[in-house]
């Protein structure tokens, strides 16, 4: 009788070491899964966008012509794109150039003034080491309808960033009846001002 007086409080003691052994485990896992289910949050990256300015202008004929046309100047990235379309040419190579003025007044093109020459070079192609201007934008072709289109890019013109030797703000987009040779001084020899439009916003 007095053995099983001995035994009964030890399988409760057993039962008891047992049952906080277990909850010691529990814990101890219930706080491994937590902190292997805690996340660091991950960071958000904002992307600045892009502005775009845009400037579209229309052409109007000059010196009797019928020649009108659209161009679209785009500034993205620091550069500046053209995209110019004109109707009513003769078949052929044409000038095109920017001026110094947005005024297409006159009848024959000359109130927009010479050639943009902010950086006072000679006349000459687009790019080249001896010189040129920042309008010698160069030729472009019109087919057997009369219809001529030129896309141009460059890093060197802005669109009303207060440059002056950058901004085409108040210049004007000249097409020429002849074609520039890139050699005649000051301007190429590129004859008469068939179509005008100003920049302008």
Same mark, same amino acid.
């Given at each position: ?68 046309? !659209?161009?679209?100047? %785009?500034? @993205?990235? &620091?550069?500046?794109?053209? $995209? +110019?379309?004109?109707? /009513? ?16 007044? !006159?009848?024959?093109? %000359?109130? @927009?003034? &010479?050639?943009?020459?902010? $950086? +006072?070079?000679?006349? /000459? ?34 669109? /009303? ?41």
């Amino acid at each position: 009788m007095k053995k099983s007086y001995l035994i009964v409080p030890m399988v409760a003691l057993g039962l008891l070491w047992g049952c906080k052994n277990d909850n010691k485990k529990t814990s101890e896992s219930t706080e491994q899964e937590t902190t292997e289910t805690v996340a660091t949050p991950a960071k958000t990256v904002e992307s600045t966008p892009v502005e775009t300015k845009k400037i579209k202008i229309t052409l109007d004929p000059k010196s009797n012509s019928n020649v009108s046309g !659209s161009v679209l100047f %785009k500034e @993205s990235k &620091g550069i500046v794109s053209m $995209t +110019a379309v004109f109707e /009513g040419l003769s078949e052929g190579d044409h000038a095109i150039h920017l001026h110094e003025k947005a005024d297409c007044s !006159s009848d024959d093109g %000359k109130s @927009s003034g &010479g050639h943009w020459n902010p $950086t +006072a070079q000679p006349h /000459g192609k687009w790019g080249s080491p001896e010189g040129y201007h920042k309008g010698d934008i160069g030729n472009f072709t019109a087919d057997a309808k009369g219809n001529g289109a030129i896309n141009f890019s460059t890093d060197e013109w802005c669109i /009303g960033c207060g440059d002056p030797a950058k901004d085409i703000l108040g210049k004007a987009v000249i097409v020429h009846e002849g074609t520039d040779d890139f050699t005649s001084q000051p301007s190429g020899a590129a004859g008469t001002r068939v179509s005008c439009g100003g920049i302008i916003e």
